[in-house]
């Protein structure tokens, strides 16, 4: 709930205002129980107890990096459901990349989340449930927060939407909108709302193609929405917002790494407000994917520069834990696959 939403459930009960505030403070602090709020009167707590419940995400694995102490976790739900979270350690704090879905429905071929399936949305709680597990589970304060862990956020809007006002509430976490990303696939309808709430958040386009012949043969999305409706939204989204769009660009031996694709890529965000986040793609069972070379890396990003396009490798991180998302819980469920992206 909201906090304004709490004052009107406490009327509701015949309970003064106040007590809104006490109850969504204890919600945001990462107590699992009803009974852990002390300065509530049993009566009240025993009431919540018969009407509501607190989300909880339990630990049931993690795995650690012994080379920069990454964390990676199979968190369990409640209904049996399984997602995964990973905590990242950088100079400036911890960042948290989080699940919004239960599996995901994109279907994305480099993509290893896609090929167990896809159970369900996640609620707004049990994405701030798995940020407090991990703070519980640390003794630290989450300061960033990466949407790109299991399923697509925009496919989940509403409650994604709802996760956001909450997690960068004053009373709540109050992790500001400048340190959350939100990555997509490009769910074209969502990023045009998405710009008319002029959150400041950051917004990651996982683009990956320069065309959508090669696009639509890695993403089946780009058959819905192909690159020029694309990248339309994405203009509108920076001119709504005044915000740079950071673009995933997964590189994969011999399929879009040539210096024809970069040429072709950044001619398409001539004029436009954006970072080419490239990132060598993970092996994926039954794609013969591999990929692409240091030398085809440096070439990709020199002809981007000389375009005017900034664009850097991504930060490898958990390398010895397989940090991207989908085997914990593939290895929990029995689902098949191997390692890859997560969304």
């Known amino acids: 709930m909201y906090e304004d939403e709490l004052v009107q459930y406490m009327s509701e009960l015949g309970q003064p205002r106040f007590r809104a505030g006490q109850i969504y403070k ?60 990973v905590l990242m350690h950088y100079h400036h704090g911890y960042t948290s990349c989080i699940s919004t879905q239960v599996g995901c ?33 640390c003794g630290i304060r989450i300061s960033n927060i990466v949407l790109m862990g299991m399923g697509e956020p925009l496919d989940n809007y509403d409650n994604v939407v709802r996760f956001l006002r909450l997690v960068s509430s004053e009373h709540g976490m109050n992790i500001g909108m400048r340190h959350i990303s939100l990555s997509t696939c490009g769910i074209v309808p969502r990023i045009y709302d998405l710009a008319s709430l002029h959150l400041q958040l950051t917004l990651s386009v996982s683009l990956h193609a320069p065309n959508d012949e090669i696009r639509s043969r890695t993403m089946p999305v780009n058959r819905k929405y192909g690159i020029d409706e694309l990248l339309r939204a994405c203009r509108h989204y920076c001119h709504e917002t005044g915000r740079r769009i950071s673009f995933e660009y997964a590189m994969i031996d011999g399929v879009n790494d040539s210096d024809a694709c970069a040429r072709e890529l950044a001619q398409r965000l001539q004029g436009m407000i954006a970072h080419v986040n490239l990132i060598p793609v993970n092996a994926v069972s039954g794609t013969g994917y591999r990929k692409s070379k240091t030398e085809r890396l440096s070439a990709f990003i020199n002809i981007l520069s000389r375009s005017g396009i900034t664009a850097t490798v991504r930060r490898t991180l958990g390398s010895d834990i397989n940090a991207s998302c989908g085997q914990l819980r593939r290895s929990a469920t029995g689902a098949g696959g191997a390692k890859g992206e997560g969304t």
């Open 105 to 137: 429905k994109m279907g994305c071929t480099f993509c290893a989340t896609g090929q167990s399936g896809f159970s369900r949305n996640l609620t707004a709680s049990e994405m701030i449930s798995q940020l407090q597990s991990e703070e519980r589970d």
């Open 26 to 85: 204890w919600l945001h602090s990462g107590v699992k129980s009803f009974d852990e709020m002390t300065n509530i009167s049993k009566e009240l707590r025993q009431k919540l107890v018969e009407s509501c419940y607190i989300s909880d995400a339990t630990i049931e694995k993690k795995l650690i990096s012994a080379y920069d102490d990454t964390r990676k976790y199979l968190l369990s739900l409640p209904d049996g459901e399984y997602v995964e979270s």
